[in-house]
C-alpha cells in the first residue's frame, strides 16, 4: 500500500457550502510524515484551507456527513461517476425512483405490475397520499422488481420468485446513491402480476426532530419526559403502518441518550436495522428462515447476547410475534428500559394485542413493567397560501356532513367551525410539485403531515380497570386524569386552520370520543 493510501482513513478535506475547505486530521498523527505531505499537497489546490485536528470518530463522522452531501474532495471518484459505476441500467432507474422519493420525503415506492394491462404503475407514498410518478410496460416493471430483489438487496433468499410473497433488505451502498439510510423491500403475487412496495428510510441521523417538530403537544412532552427518565419499564409507540412510530422512536431514543449524557448503553435488537441512531449500537436479529423455530431462536439468541452486552437501555425495533415480544418484556423484567412499536389501534388498546400473542394479562397489568403507552397517526397539514375558508366550502358540504362538523367541531374554549379551513384540490405554486421524470403534478394542498397522539403513562389503577372492565373503561379514567385524546389533538390543528376537518376526520373520527365514552366504577 502506497503511503498516501495509509493515511487516507485519518485524513479528510471537507468542503463547506460556502466554499471553504476544512483538512480534518486525526489528532494522533498530527506528526505522521505522510499526513504532512498530504497537507502541503492539498495546499497547493486550496491554498485558504484550514487545518483542524479532531478525534478519529469526529473526523469519520464529519466524512459521512460531507460524503452524504457531495462535500468530499478527497474522495476521488465524482458524485456521477459514483451514480454510473457498477451500477446497470435497471439498477440505476430503481435508484432514480428511490432518489425522488428521498427528494419528495416520500415513505414508500409501489409498483403495480399488471400483466392484463400490460404496464407496471410507479407511485410514491407522499403525506400519505399514492402519486403516481411514473408508468412503463410491465415486463420492464417485472425486471425493475427482479433486479431489486436479486442484485439490490443484501438480505434476501437465492432467486426471486413473483409467485409468492419475498421480503428483502436494500444493500446500504444502494441506499446511499439515493441520499437513504436504506430502504425494505417487499413484494406478493395478484391476479394478473405483482405488487412491490419499498419502505424508504430516510439519513435523519444528523437532523433528528423534537418532539415539537413532529406534532406533540406540551403537555404529552411533559409526560413523555417522566416516562423516559424511569430507569426501567417498556414504552410502546403503537399506530398502523405508515403512521410514523418508527421516526418517532428514534427521536425517543435521541432523548434519552442526551438525558444521560452519553454515560449509558442504548442497544438496539432490530430486524433489520433501520433508521440511523446516532450514539446507539444497533444490532441486526436475523432469522435463518422464516419459520417459528428460526424466528424464536433469533430473538432467543439476540436478547441473551444483549443482556450480556451490559446495556443500559434496549430498543426492540418491532414487536410483531410473541418471539420479540417475549424479549422485550424478558428485558424489562431484568430492570432495563425497554423501547418499542406495536401494530395496534389504540395505546390502551395494546394490552389486549398482547394478550393475543399468548401473554398472560395479569403480567400485562403491571405498571412496573410496562410505564408508557403512546398512540399515535399522522394527518396532512394544509397548504396556508391556498387553504379554502369555511365560509367559501360550506355551500359546497351536503347537509349530513355539515351537521356532523358543526356538532364535533364545537367545543367552548377550542374550536368553532367558522375557524376551520378545507383543502384546496388543485394546490397552487407554494405546494404543487412537479415530477421531473414525468413532469406530472402532485402534493396539490398539503405541504407536510404532523402527529395526533395520545399518551399515556401507565398506573396500577388503569391497569386494574383494564383487568377487570378492559379497554374502554380503562381509557375513560386515563381521560379523566387529564388525559389528551387524538380526537382533542386533532380539534387543536382544527381550531388554527392547520389540517383539513373532513381529512382529519377519516384518520381519526370526530366522533370517537362519544363512540369511546362509558361509565367509570365507583372508586376511580
Known amino acids: 500500500m502506497s503511503p498516501d493510501k495509509e493515511i487516507m482513513d485519518f485524513v479528510f478535506a471537507e468542503q463547506h457550502p460556502s466554499g471553504g475547505v476544512t483538512l480534518l486530521i486525526d489528532g494522533n498523527r498530527r506528526k505522521d510524515p505522510g499526513i504532512q505531505r498530504w497537507v502541503m499537497d492539498v495546499t497547493r489546490t486550496w491554498a485558504d484551507a484550514k487545518t483542524e485536528f479532531v478525534t478519529l470518530s469526529e473526523l469519520n463522522r464529519r466524512r459521512e456527513v460531507a460524503e452524504r452531501q457531495g462535500r468530499g474532495l478527497n474522495q476521488g471518484v465524482s458524485e456521477a461517476d459514483l451514480s454510473n459505476r457498477d451500477v446497470s441500467v435497471s439498477q440505476d432507474k430503481v435508484i432514480s425512483y428511490m432518489r425522488l422519493g428521498n427528494d419528495f420525503n416520500a415513505s414508500d415506492i409501489h409498483m403495480e405490475i399488471s400483466g392484463d394491462r400490460k404496464i407496471c404503475i410507479v407511485q410514491l407514498r407522499i403525506h400519505g397520499e399514492l402519486e403516481v410518478v411514473d408508468e412503463v410496460k410491465d415486463v420492464e416493471g417485472m425486471t425493475l422488481a427482479s433486479t431489486s430483489y436479486l442484485s439490490m ?3 434476501r433468499e437465492q432467486s426471486f420468485f413473483a409467485g409468492r410473497e419475498q421480503s428483502g433488505r436494500i444493500d446500504a451502498k444502494f441506499a446511499r446513491r439515493a441520499g437513504l439510510y436504506g430502504a425494505r423491500y417487499e413484494h406478493r403475487p395478484t391476479p394478473d402480476g405483482l405488487i412491490v412496495v419499498m419502505r424508504l428510510i430516510p439519513d ?7 418532539l415539537p417538530q413532529l406534532g406533540f403537544l406540551p ?25 410514523g412510530k418508527s421516526a418517532t422512536l428514534r427521536v425517543f431514543s435521541d432523548i434519552w441518550l442526551k438525558l444521560t449524557g452519553g454515560k449509558k448503553r442504548l442497544l438496539t435488537l432490530e430486524n ?9 449500537i444497533q444490532t441486526p436479529v436475523m432469522p435463518e428462515d422464516n419459520s417459528p423455530e428460526a424466528i424464536s431462536r433469533a430473538w ?8 450480556r452486552l451490559d446495556p443500559d437501555a434496549i430498543l426492540n425495533g418491532e414487536i410483531r410475534d410473541l418471539y420479540s415480544l417475549l424479549a422485550a418484556i424478558f428485558a424489562s423484567e431484568t430492570g432495563h428500559l425497554v423501547l418499542s412499536t406495536l401494530h395496534t389501534q389504540s395505546p ?13 394479562r395479569h403480567l400485562l397489568a403491571d405498571a412496573a413493567l410496562i410505564t408508557g403507552l403512546i398512540g399515535q397517526r399522522l394527518v396532512p397539514l394544509l397548504c396556508e397560501h391556498c387553504r379554502v375558508p369555511w365560509e367559501v366550502k360550506v355551500p359546497e358540504l351536503d347537509e ?18 367558522k375557524n376551520l379551513f378545507f383543502r384546496n384540490y388543485e394546490g397552487c405554486e407554494h405546494c404543487r410539485k412537479t415530477v421531473p421524470l414525468t413532469g406530472r403534478i402532485i402534493s396539490r394542498g398539503v405541504t407536510g403531515r404532523t402527529a395526533i397522539a395520545e399518551v399515556v403513562r401507565t398506573d396500577a389503577r388503569l391497569m386494574q380497570l383494564w383487568l377487570s372492565h378492559g379497554p374502554s373503561v380503562a381509557r375513560k379514567y386515563w381521560v379523566n386524569q387529564g388525559g389528551i385524546t387524538r380526537r382533542m389533538h386533532l380539534l387543536r390543528y382544527l381550531a388554527e386552520g392547520l389540517v383539513d376537518p373532513l381529512e382529519g376526520d377519516l384518520i381519526c373520527p370526530l366522533d370517537e370520543d362519544d363512540i369511546m365514552d362509558c361509565e367509570v366504577p365507583d372508586g376511580k
Open 272 to 280: 433489520p436495522p433501520e433508521g440511523r441512531i446516532p450514539g446507539g
Open 204 to 210: 435523519d441521523g444528523d437532523n433528528i426532530p423534537t
Open 400 to 417: 349530513e356532513t355539515r351537521a356532523r362538523l358543526e356538532k364535533y367541531c364545537s367545543v367552548a374554549g377550542l374550536c368553532e367551525p
Open 300 to 307: 432467543s439468541n439476540g436478547n441473551a447476547s444483549a443482556l
Open 219 to 243: 403537555e404529552q412532552i411533559k409526560l413523555i419526559m417522566q416516562i423516559l427518565r424511569m430507569p426501567e419499564g417498556m414504552t410502546l409507540l403503537t399506530g398502523p403502518t405508515g403512521s
Open 348 to 360: 390502551i388498546g395494546s394490552l389486549r394485542r398482547m394478550e393475543h400473542f399468548g401473554i398472560d
Open 153 to 155: 438487496c443484501d438480505v
